[in-house]
């Protein structure tokens, strides 16, 4: 069986665990515990499977390490040969690609950087190198990502289009870590809201939290 290294509940494994979700294949998988609190994801065991030091990291059967939430989910949506997530065409795949990094970067990765630098993040013992006013810059960008992409959901259900994709589920996973940082959804991006309240409510997302 594959294997995912992850701790429940945290946003970058929320985003295979929604993967594997709509792709039907939870049950194709054993998960495994990294206590990111405890620093687990530091010792040399666990660096040894990803020298990043993060979670998830996807294990296969013959040993084959896949960290970085993206390509678990290319793998993932690959393996049956026909992905929905990463697009089909390469004008689909190019689409995709080019949101789900803006997002990333825009808006996950902002607010995971909000969380580490300008609040207390995983505690003293996990974060001894913190820049607070880079932290709270970051914070500002995840907001101005918000707005952009209230421009593009005035025309549109999903990022991509009509259909979702894993631009949506670095979305849903930046929404689950704006909820924990108190990032609210301005007022004045109605699109936003409905669009998080839609994703919140896909299947795949109580299989994520
Ligand atoms: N770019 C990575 C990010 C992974 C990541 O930052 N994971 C967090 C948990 S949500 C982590 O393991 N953090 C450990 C730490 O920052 O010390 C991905 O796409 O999977």
């Not at 990032?183 to 839609?198: F, H, M, Q, S, T």
Request: proline share 5%; charged share 25%; with cysteine.
């Amino acid at each position: 069986m594959m294997k995912v290294y992850e701790f429940k509940g945290f946003p970058n494994p929320a985003r295979v665990r929604m993967a594997l979700a709509e792709k039907g294949l939870i049950d194709e998988v054993d998960f495994i515990q990294v206590d990111l609190p405890g620093g687990e994801h530091q010792t040399e065991t666990f660096l040894a499977k990803n020298p990043s030091g993060a979670v998830p990291v996807l294990e296969l059967e013959d040993g084959t390490l896949i960290s970085e939430s993206v390509a678990i989910t290319e793998y993932l949506d690959n393996l049956d040969g026909s992905p929905v997530l990463t697009g089909e065409t390469p004008k689909e795949r190019g689409v995709i690609s080019m949101l789900q990094r803006k997002v990333e970067v825009g808006f996950l990765d902002a607010i995971g950087a909000y969380f580490h630098h300008a609040t207390q993040g995983l505690g003293p013992k996990i974060e001894p190198y913190q820049v607070a006013e880079w932290g709270e810059k970051q914070r500002e960008k995840a907001v101005i990502t918000l707005h952009w992409m209230e421009t593009i959901l005035k025309n549109q259900d999903f990022l991509a289009g009509d259909k979702f994709t894993v631009a949506d589920v670095t979305a849903h996973a930046g929404f689950l870590f704006a909820g924990f940082v108190k990032l609210e959804i301005p007022a004045n991006c109605p699109n936003v809201k409905k669009y998080a309240d839609n994703l919140a409510n896909r299947e795949s997302a109580a299989v994520a939290a």
